[in-house]
């Protein structure tokens, strides 16, 4: 490897000082932060902890009120049902969107441009646009209405049946960008001669995405996915700019939980034991990933 | 087909990074220009781009029009009469609880979360990535497999923890302590950044700078960084915006008076008194969707690199 700097100092803690002394603060984020305050976390969600962190255990009494809190629950069905869906529509139209966009066709960058831009913009603004757009009043319902059709009726935002397809829509938009660029890049990544392989043995295009190229993107795809799902178990200012949990509790999420009961219900045991779960969450699909990227990974070379 | 060329003369206009000729797909173009397949594939294109398009539409025009006007219409119709009222008001008065001056205060305050917190995480991770790619020990690559790992880990599992510690120091709810929460949480991704691409540079380089006796940091300031100017341009884009656009920690390490723009704004159009004024609250929306809006027209390719840096691991 590279370095290891021979300086040949008989310490052996003070060789290669400098670097150990650029490195102190990844050193103490890693321990502090990352390892010492996801333990403490976990520690004190097993405490009934309100206004401040106490050390009384009282065992898992803060997981069984969890589960047993509607709003919660409802957080959770959210974030299944929205996690499913927006991971399934970022990857068809993120993938759709390259597909096209790898037609050699002009205008490349301007039409990147425009399907990026979104994903500058913050999740705050992306929801209030769209609550803006989606308003029953003003919006998309009303401009219908006033083109003829009375009886039409879109109104997400108000509805807590459908409210999560509103937050759905504004997601999508702000986020799809960068599922087409990752895709878009994977398709450059395929070998010209692939796609002449295939076209002189007539295989029509479609087929040759579906059968031949996304296999071979499977690399991509799995990196995208990672970074679609991570993003979506930390979905929170969006739901807060777009709709605040409402109506009533139907879009909240279990970011927002765990935002509401450590810093506003002064339930610090409920947060804690609400933020393991998103912990475990995480974990689910990181681990996972984490198999198969490295511990499969040394099959293939 | 004439569609097309204004709609791209326009949008070409506003694309700061437009093309550099000569670059773009590879190969020959192929077959006439108006074939069918042609207005399918450009017809598609052009009706997804309105599509992600509208919203910047509507908050701009909604922006520009009274309320009468507002109140008599459709959010897609352009206004009738250009008022830029809506703009001062979201600025310099709009309220949030008691202080009606405006979304100005959460704008400079996020200037003074955002420029120090940019210099101090990516000063940490160009060093730190630095060292991590040519001087290693022993134990290097543990922590920063940990840190990536933790990159993973909501922020809520974290958030309390700090709470703590910030408080224990005395700067919990300053901007001192948003600084260094931005800076903790911009490492991994940024230290991996930094890392990859000192590692990608030719290893003789580093070598033949040893031999001449050069040090740790004489390498560092007088190869590396010269060396390596893109890559913090990158940097700064993925901080600049990330650090702008967040709202979590803004809400939870800082007090009122010095809330991050975001969080200001959120403030003002969902609070729940008064009369809702739409146009200021678009107005508001798009003042503080500037500032990464103009990085990433600005930047263009750098913008997508970085994301994509971001985006690929290892």
Known sequence: MTGQAQAGRPNKLLRNLNAKIASIPMILTALVIFVGGTFWTVFYSFTNSKLLPRLSFVGIDQYERLWA???????????ALYGVLSLIFSLVIGFMLAALMDQKIRFENTFRTIFLYPFALSFIVTGLVWQWILNPDFGVQSVVRSLGWTSF????????????????????????????????????GIDEDI?????????????????????????????????????????????????????????????KYVYDYMFQAQNLGQGFAASTMMLVTVAIII?????????GGRKRG | MANIETLNTTAAASDAVAPKLGEGPRGARPRPALSGRNIMLYGTLIVAALYYLLPLYVMVVTSLKGMPEIRLGNIFSPPMEI??????????????GLNCDGL?????????ITVPSVIISIAI?????????????????????????????????MIYPIVIILREIGIYGTLTGLVIVHSIFGMPILTLLFRNYFVSLPEELFKAAR???????????????????????????LQVTGIWNDFLFGVVFTRPDTYPMTVQLNNIVNSVQGVKEYNVNMAATILTGLVPLIVYFVSGRLFVRGIAAGAVKG
């Open chain 1, 69 to 79: 809190a509607p709003r919660w629950v409802t957080a959770i069905e959210n974030l």
């Open chain 1, 153 to 188: 009726t879109f109104n997400p935002l108000y509805t807590p049946e459908i409210v999560i397809y509103g937050i759905l829509i504004a997601a999508l938009w702000q986020g799809t960008g960068l599922v087409m660029c990752l895709m878009l890049a994977g398709l450059r």
């Open chain 1, 195 to 255: 796609w002449k392989a295939a076209r002189v043995d007539g295989i029509p295009m479609w087929r040759t995405y579906l059968f031949i190229v996304i296999p071979m993107m499977r690399p991509v795809f799995i990196t995208t996915i990672v970074i679609i799902a991570s993003g979506i178990v930390k979905v929170y200012d969006l739901v807060v700019a777009q709709t605040s949990g409402g109506p009533g509790i139907s879009s909240e999420v279990p970011a």
């Open chain 1, 287 to 295: 681990v996972p990933w984490a198999y198969l990227e490295f511990g």
């Open chain 2, 83 to 96: 008022t830029f009222e809506p703009w001062v008001k979201a600025w310099a008065e709009a309220c949030t």
């Open chain 2, 104 to 112: 100005s205060r959460g704008f400079w305050n996020s200037v003074r």
């Open chain 2, 125 to 157: 991770a160009s060093v730190n990535g630095y060292a991590l790619a040519n001087w290693r020990f022993k134990g290097s690559e543990l922590f920063f497999s940990i840190l990536i790992i933790g990159a993973f880990i909501p922020y809520q599992v």
């Open chain 2, 211 to 237: 031999v001449d006796g050069a040090g740790f940091w004489q390498i560092f300031l007088k190869i590396m960084l010269p060396m390596s100017l893109p890559i913090f341009v990158v940097a700064m884009i």
